[in-house]
């Protein structure tokens, strides 16, 4: 007679080996995801703003590297870089641009107070969030100046928010934040640690790791043309034709605000190859040249832009610049539209003006209509000149796409906060467990059946001296 004492480790050994036999069927842990484009909106302390442009401090707020303002209050900041693990809810950004707030002005000129927050970076994990930040911060009385990078400026507060099983874009709206100790240090001691800031908002590209590692597809080789790389033909007078440019302009923020406000309730659009990056819109090159003994530039521009609404139909087209000793001109249709300062030094093959305080000309005045006067500081222009094919101009701001889907808010909605979009295949739950296929789930239920049929026949088999519980091993 076969002994029984030999049939519990045989059923182990066939439960194991058809369990390791359907593993394969298991779905693999999911790759860390690259985060590529989106945005970030947030007020810093919308009471901070009121004081700094009120009648105490008298100062105001300016943006820096492309950063744009958006409904009430809200500072857009641009171009998300980072990585997101579906699997762990793990998730990191940064964020480009920066604000840089002023005001109590001194006798000497300085400001007293004087606040730059740049680069602002979100880091989730295990369900606590971050919100990091380049600080410039002037100490009160002292006025001595501190720099610090991504100090932890504000804790995130993400009850009932599971960051689990995102797809494309990820969206979390009005996160609430509280000021941190750190953050209180670096914020010059204005407000102390805990204190409630402004909620923060986001939206972020994801991209699977095949969609990363893909080689790009390349893009049509261009004809070639005025239009593509400048003028193919040097002038005559020594001057060097341009490859290629781009001049970023916003041309001036509250007349963005003031298009988009309920009483004009307007709009603007681009066209013929500009581009809208937010804060600002870039103008490509139509055809230049670049004469580097007498440092003398001349570039007309491709693109226009249409600000229309109530009482309002104002393009933008004909763009041009003229640089000449040091100073540039920004041209519309043959009239000129402000001027700016424009040192331009050749530097690997590249000519930049970065963020060039720019004023408005007297033409330009008359060009929107009296509603601004001659003087009027407009936004800061950028240009940018490749004076061969191997300099690469810098890139447009990128906010990403728009959610397809507005995300809960995570103050009063214990639903996930990320959306899941078509081109990226999202978790199967946002529960701790993946649900298994269902084919794996089958095949499951078939060995626990084996199994619970293996055990209540051995229970059920007479006892003898081979199969007794005294003769088995404890």
């Given at each position: ?211 990363t ?5 390349p ?43 309920d ?28 004469n ?15 600000f ?15 640089v ?12 000129s ?57 810098p ?12 995300a ?47 055990v ?12 007794s ?6």
């Amino acid at each position: 007679m076969p002994s029984f004492g030999l049939r519990r480790p045989f059923a182990a050994a066939l439960l194991a080996a058809l369990v390791a036999a359907l593993l394969p069927a298991l779905p693999a842990q999911a790759a860390e995801r690259t985060v590529a484009g989106g945005r970030l909106d947030w007020g810093v302390k919308s009471s901070f703003q009121t004081y700094v442009t009120g009648p105490i401090a008298q100062g105001g707020f300016s943006l820096v590297g492309g950063a744009g303002t958006v409904g009430a209050n809200q500072f857009r900041f641009h171009s998300a870089s980072g990585g997101y693990d579906p699997d762990s809810g793990a998730f990191r950004a940064s964020f480009g641009g920066g604000v840089r707030f002023t005001g109590h002005r001194a006798a000497d000129g300085s400001q007293e107070l004087d606040l730059t927050i740049s680069r602002p970076t979100v880091r989730i994990s295990g369900g606590s969030g971050t919100l990091y930040a380049d600080m410039r911060s002037k100490a009160r009385g002292s006025g001595t100046y501190t720099d610090r990078a991504q100090v932890p400026l504000a804790n995130l507060r993400l009850g009932g928010v599971d960051m689990r099983g995102g797809g494309s874009p990820i969206a979390l709206n009005s996160v609430p934040a509280t000021l941190t100790a750190e953050g209180a240090t670096a914020f010059a001691g204005y407000y102390a640690a805990g204190t409630p800031l402004d909620p923060v908002s986001l939206s972020v590209d994801v991209r699977t790791p095949a969609a990363t590692s893909a080689p790009a597809t390349p893009a049509p080789s261009p004809k070639k043309s005025d239009a593509a790389t400048g003028s193919s033909k040097s002038p005559s007078d020594g001057s060097a034709a341009v490859h290629s440019a781009a001049l970023d302009w916003g041309v001036r923020r509250t007349f963005r605000e003031h298009v988009s406000s309920d009483l004009v309730s307007g709009e603007w659009k681009t066209a013929d190859g500009a581009k809208d990056g937010g804060a600002l819109f870039r103008f490509p090159l139509l055809k230049g040249t670049w004469n580097a003994d007498g440092k003398e530039l001349s570039a007309d521009l491709r693109g226009s832009v249409t600000f229309t609404g109530k009482d309002l139909d104002l393009t933008l087209e004909e763009l041009s610049v003229k640089v000449k000793g040091g100073k540039g001109t920004l041209s519309a249709g043959g009239r000129s539209l402000a001027v700016f300062d424009a040192p331009l030094k050749p530097s690997g093959g590249l000519l930049a003006v970065t963020e060039a305080p720019a004023e408005l000309t007297k033409q330009g005045a008359a060009f929107f209509d009296g509603l601004y006067p001659a003087g009027t500081a407009m936004d800061p222009v950028s240009l940018a000149v490749a004076l061969d094919g191997k300099a690469t101009l810098p890139p447009l701001p990128d906010l990403g796409s728009d959610p397809t889907e507005a995300a809960p808010s995570p103050s009063s909605s214990p639903s996930p906060a990320v959306t899941a979009a078509d081109d990226v295949e999202p978790a199967a739950s946002t529960s701790a467990s993946a649900a298994l296929p269902i084919s794996l789930a089958a095949a499951s239920l078939a060995v626990m059946a084996a199994a619970f049929w293996f055990v209540r026949r051995r229970r059920t088999a007479p006892l003898t001296a081979d199969n007794s519980e005294e003769s088995q091993p404890r």
